[in-house]
C-alpha cells in the first residue's frame, strides 16, 4: 500500500512539474486573456449569479488570474469568501471586502484581514471556485500538492456547483488519484468555457 501511494505521489509530481513548466513558458498577455476569459465564462454561470455566498480564492504566480473575477462577484452584491492558509494546512475563511482588504499571508499569497470563520464556512457556500493544476474527465483535480484543498473540498456538499479554474490544455486524459483526493464538477477553460464532469 506504501508503495502505492508513493507511486501516485510520484507521477502526481511529475504531471505537476509538467503543467508548471507549461505555465510558466506561457506570455503574460496570454495569461492576462485567459484569466479575463475564464472571468467571463464563470460570471455567465446562471448559478453564480444566483449564489449568495461564493468561495474563491486570488490567484498567485502563473495560476489563471481570479483578481478581476474576485472583485467582480464582489461588486455585483455576492458575499465572497477567501481562504486563510492555517499551520497545519486546513484553510479558515474570512470575507472579501474589496482588494484594500487583503494582506500579506503566508507562502506569497494575499488573504483578507477580515477576521476568520471558521473551517467549515465552505460548507455553507453556494458555490466553490478551486484552483488546480489539472484536472481529467472523472473530476479528480491535481493540486499543488500541499493537500489544503482536498481536506476544504470535503466539507462541500454534494450538489454545490465546484469549479475548478484551468488552461485549455489542463482538461487531461487522467490524473494519478489517493484516496483522499476529492473530485470537481466543471472547468472553467479560456477557449472551452465551462465543461460538466464527469465526462459522458
Same mark, same amino acid.
Given at each position: 500500500?506504501?508503495?502505492?501511494?508513493?507511486?501516485?505521489?510520484?507521477?502526481?509530481?511529475? /504531471?505537476?512539474?509538467?503543467?508548471?513548466?507549461?505555465?510558466?513558458?506561457?506570455?503574460?498577455?496570454?495569461?492576462?486573456?485567459?484569466?479575463?476569459?475564464?472571468?467571463?465564462?464563470?460570471?455567465?454561470?446562471?448559478?453564480?449569479?444566483?449564489?449568495?455566498?461564493?468561495?474563491?480564492?486570488?490567484?498567485?504566480?502563473?495560476? =489563471?488570474?481570479?483578481?478581476?473575477?474576485?472583485?467582480?462577484?464582489?461588486?455585483?452584491?455576492?458575499?465572497?469568501?477567501?481562504?486563510?492558509?492555517?499551520?497545519?494546512?486546513?484553510?479558515?475563511?474570512?470575507?472579501?471586502?474589496?482588494?484594500?482588504?487583503?494582506?500579506?499571508?503566508?507562502?506569497?499569497?494575499?488573504? =483578507?484581514?477580515?477576521?476568520?470563520?471558521?473551517?467549515?464556512?465552505?460548507?455553507?457556500?453556494?458555490?466553490?471556485?478551486?484552483?488546480?493544476?489539472?484536472?481529467?474527465?472523472?473530476?479528480?483535480?491535481?493540486?499543488?500538492?500541499?493537500?489544503?484543498?482536498?481536506?476544504?473540498?470535503?466539507?462541500?456538499?454534494?450538489?454545490?456547483?465546484?469549479?475548478? /479554474?484551468?488552461?485549455?490544455?489542463? /482538461?487531461?486524459?487522467?490524473?494519478?488519484?489517493?484516496?483522499?483526493?476529492?473530485?470537481?464538477?466543471?472547468?472553467?477553460?479560456?477557449?472551452?468555457?465551462?465543461?460538466?464532469?464527469? /465526462?459522458?
Amino acid at each position: 500500500m506504501a508503495a502505492d501511494e508513493a507511486g501516485v505521489a510520484e507521477r502526481k509530481a511529475a /504531471l505537476r512539474r509538467q503543467v508548471v513548466t507549461a505555465r510558466a513558458r506561457m506570455p503574460l498577455p496570454e495569461r492576462e486573456a485567459a484569466g479575463r476569459a475564464i472571468r467571463d465564462h464563470v460570471l455567465s454561470m446562471p448559478e453564480v449569479a444566483a449564489a449568495g455566498t461564493i468561495a474563491a480564492y486570488y490567484s498567485v504566480g502563473t495560476e =489563471p488570474a481570479t483578481h478581476s473575477l474576485v472583485y467582480a462577484l464582489w461588486k455585483r452584491g455576492s458575499y465572497v469568501i477567501l481562504p486563510l492558509l492555517l499551520p497545519d494546512g486546513d484553510l479558515d475563511w474570512a470575507s472579501y471586502e474589496g482588494p484594500d482588504s487583503l494582506v500579506p499571508g503566508p507562502r506569497g499569497l494575499l488573504q =483578507p484581514g477580515e477576521p476568520p470563520r471558521g473551517i467549515e464556512t465552505v460548507s455553507r457556500a453556494d458555490v466553490v471556485l478551486a484552483p488546480a493544476v489539472a484536472v481529467d474527465g472523472a473530476g479528480y483535480r491535481l493540486g499543488r500538492g500541499g493537500g489544503s484543498y482536498d481536506r476544504a473540498l470535503a466539507r462541500v456538499g454534494e450538489l454545490v456547483p465546484l469549479i475548478a /479554474l484551468v488552461y485549455d490544455a489542463e /482538461l487531461v486524459t487522467q490524473v494519478p488519484v489517493a484516496g483522499h483526493d476529492q473530485r470537481v464538477r466543471a472547468v472553467a477553460r479560456p477557449a472551452h468555457g465551462i465543461t460538466r464532469l464527469p /465526462l459522458p
